[in-house]
């Protein structure tokens, strides 16, 4: 999850930074002034995508470590005196969150959910 929030940002960059550099060539080529570039990038729309991405790369990494930090203090500190049954809620809620956001949620994206049929 963590690698498709930062691929996400590198694009956001790349693209940020290849309308940079195309704007400057426009800009060089009819000898304009470089604080032109307002008018060839959308500023305000830029940061706010920008913003917006690191703002979630941000938010999703504090969640993961308090959940993950939640989960090593409920099953790892005196880990044999812990019930066998709290130990199997909590692995069948791992395995099934895992198998719905690899499985369920991006399979979304192709066409094999339009060729199952409902029961």
């Known amino acids: 999850m963590g690698s498709a929030y930062l691929y996400n940002c590198i694009n956001c960059f790349e693209l940020l930074g290849a309308a940079v550099i195309m704007s400057i060539i426009k800009i060089m080529g009819s000898d ?12 305000q729309k830029a940061t706010e995508i920008v913003i917006g991405i690191l703002l979630s ?57 339009q060729r199952v049929t409902p029961l």
């Not at 304009?32 to 500023?43: D, H, K, Q, R, S």
């Not at 470590?65 to 005196?81: G, M």
């Not at 198998?99 to 066409?111: D, H, M, S, V």
Request: glycine fraction near 8%; aromatic fraction near 12%.
């Open 57 to 113: 790369v941000l938010v999703a990494f504090s969640i993961g470590a308090i959940i993950q930090w939640l989960s090593r203090l409920v099953l790892t500190f005196d880990f044999e005196s812990k019930s066998i049954l709290l130990n199997s809620i909590f692995g069948s809620l791992s395995f099934t969150s895992i198998i719905n956001f690899i499985l369920i949620k991006g399979i979304k994206g192709t066409p094999i959910p």
């Open 32 to 43: 304009g002034n470089m604080a032109e570039i307002e008018n060839y990038i959308n500023v």
